[in-house]
């Protein structure tokens, strides 16, 4: 039988690199995962935010971040600001304030649109892969490694995997579709 550990892990790293696109979708909800993306000029290095002060949530719709060396408040903000996520930022004497805004219906619209595109994006990774596993398949088989009976077998049992990963990332994506209207 055909050995799908490195097709598993190639799927896994999929619903990965989605799961982190639609973590950066903004939905009107403070969520501390849309800054992972954004550095800060510190001592001289570059430094994910979270590597520079501590991030929390005041309420439904604002971030906290509390650098551990006060002067780093204006290089937070400045970053931030610099990303152009289409958030507020202000700043006081403890730290650096991230509003998100509320969401218009036209917003929420386009949201929605990236949000299949990426999920398009990571079915088509998913297709490839399938493809990948075929040719190794029909390679297998030519080369007398796979019967006709374990070719169809295997092939079967590829589609099980894909099926399901379709229908986990389908999931994703009406989950966060559900929170981009809410």
Do not use: C
């Not at 590829?158 to 579709?177: F, G, R, T, V």
Request: glycine residues 4%; hydrophobic residues 40%; aromatic residues 4%.
């Amino acid at each position: 039988m055909y050995n799908f550990v490195d097709f598993k892990t190639r799927v896994n790293d999929i619903e990965e690199w989605l799961k982190k696109e639609l973590s950066l979708l903004r939905t009107g909800r403070a969520t501390s995962a849309i800054l992972d993306s954004i550095t800060v000029e510190s001592y001289g290095a570059q430094s994910p935010i979270a590597h520079v002060g501590n991030v929390t949530t005041e309420d439904a719709r604002t971030l906290r971040i509390t650098p551990w060396d006060k002067t780093q408040v204006k290089a937070i903000e400045v970053a931030i600001t610099k990303a152009n996520l289409g958030l507020s930022v202000g700043s006081d004497e403890s730290g650096v304030r991230v509003i998100f805004p509320e969401l218009t219906g036209e917003r929420r619209a386009q949201i929605v649109k990236l949000l299949h595109v990426k999920l398009e994006d990571a079915r088509i990774s998913l297709r490839k892969e399938r493809e990948g596993v075929l040719t190794d398949f029909k390679q297998k088989e030519k080369a007398g490694d796979m019967s006709e009976d374990e070719h169809f077998k295997a092939k079967a049992e590829l589609q099980k995997q894909i099926d399901a990963m379709n229908q986990h990332l389908n999931a994703m994506a009406e989950k966060k579709e559900a929170e981009i209207a809410a």
